[in-house]
């Protein structure tokens, strides 16, 4: 049985913008789920639904087997995080965290043990003296995380929480995120248009665009297998390589390149889909490429070359800088090649 359900969930806005199209998503008991999209596809406008802080236009929200969806959002019994924090700053960081709990009654020997308990999961124990304003900003969301937890809610929401840190403490903050996820059990929907968070926080990452859900599944499927172009475009960095071509007896062609199919393919018009790693300068030649740009990114090159079937990008090992306007012989790993339908988008 679904823990969290989302059935038909539609968002119009007064203007007539359609922000969710009638989506329908189901979230097992403690799974954490990435809502990823880039900005307004309406990832944020179905958290804010789920959370009750927008109105729904149609559909159906459930938690545990119970319809939430006309309830306030104080009866939800939710935790949602910040992409800004939204800390008091005349309370310092311990009566932060304890708010939630002092708004409801609980006694002071219960307050304070919580409070406690809370405070040394996240090492906040040397900062409880503090205001927000001389927290950093890893800190703040830190208390902004702690404050969510204390109520030991039954789902957690979380919206874009940490797209204002510096990327160390993204990662770091991103870790201790799906520890004390993992630790506590609780369902999580996390809101992000940064794909390698999304990928490395996920039990299930649903890909969003234009209110809809465009794929749903385990980061390694979406990844390997995208349901469309959309997805193989916007999944990757860089995104999927595309060429227009023609399969027939068993073979894709478009112009000089001809490529033996890995698995049946139904013939006619089709899009080969190609990811950077998996394009090679070594091994038997399949496409001639003329080097554009070759960008050294530490761990790795992405390099920009102009073919006879279109701009591609490969990404190889860091040693080797190739010269611009170098020609170079490519070779694609077939095992990973993937095919699209051109008029319909949709993979084959």
């Known amino acids: 049985m679904s823990f969290l359900a989302l059935e038909r969930l539609r968002k119009v806005y007064a203007d007539g913008t359609e922000a969710v199209k009638g989506i329908d998503l189901t979230c097992g ?3 954490f789920v990435v809502l990823l999209g880039p900005s307004g596809c309406g990832k944020t406008t179905t958290l804010r639904m789920i959370a009750g802080l927008e109105e729904v236009t149609g559909g159906v929200i459930s938690v545990a087997g119970e319809e939430i969806t006309g309830l306030p959002p104080g009866a939800r019994d939710i935790g949602f995080v910040f992409q800004f ?152 960095s860089p995104g999927m390589n595309f060429v227009e071509g023609e399969v027939a007896d068993g073979c894709f062609r478009a112009g000089e390149l001809e490529l033996t199919l890995p698995y049946p393919v139904r013939p006619g018009e089709t899009t ?31 390099v920009h070359l102009e073919t006879a079937c279109g701009r591609l990008v490969m990404r190889g090992g860091a040693e080797g800088a190739l010269a611009a306007g170098g020609r170079i012989e490519l070779n694609f790993d077939l095992k990973h090649l993937r095919f699209f339908d051109p008029q319909t988008g949709k993979g084959l």
């Open 85 to 236: 924090y939204a800390l008091y700053p005349h309370m310092k960081v311990r009566e932060n965290i304890a708010f939630p709990l002092e708004t409801i009654g609980v006694s002071k020997g219960e307050l304070k043990r919580r409070v406690d308990d809370v405070v040394t999961r996240l090492g906040l124990g040397a900062l409880s003296g503090f205001y927000p304003q001389q927290l950093s900003g890893g800190d703040q969301q830190r208390v902004a995380l702690a404050r969510a937890m204390i109520r030991r809610p039954q789902l957690y929401l979380m919206d874009e929480p940490l797209g204002t840190l510096d990327a160390d403490l993204r990662l770091e903050m991103r870790e201790l995120i799906r520890t004390q996820q993992l630790e506590t059990g609780v369902t999580t929907i996390y809101v992000t248009h940064d794909q390698e968070e999304a990928m490395s926080l996920a039990d299930r990452v649903v890909v969003m665009e234009g209110g809809e859900i465009r794929q749903n599944g385990p980061a390694g499927e979406v990844y390997d297998w995208p349901a469309d172009l959309f997805v193989a475009h916007f999944i990757g």
């Open 29 to 31: 008991a403690g799974e």
């Open 272 to 302: 080969l889909g190609v990811r950077p790693e998996f394009v090679h300068a070594a091994g038997e030649r399949v496409l001639g490429g003329e080097v554009v740009m070759d960008e050294y990114m530490g761990s790795c090159r992405i």
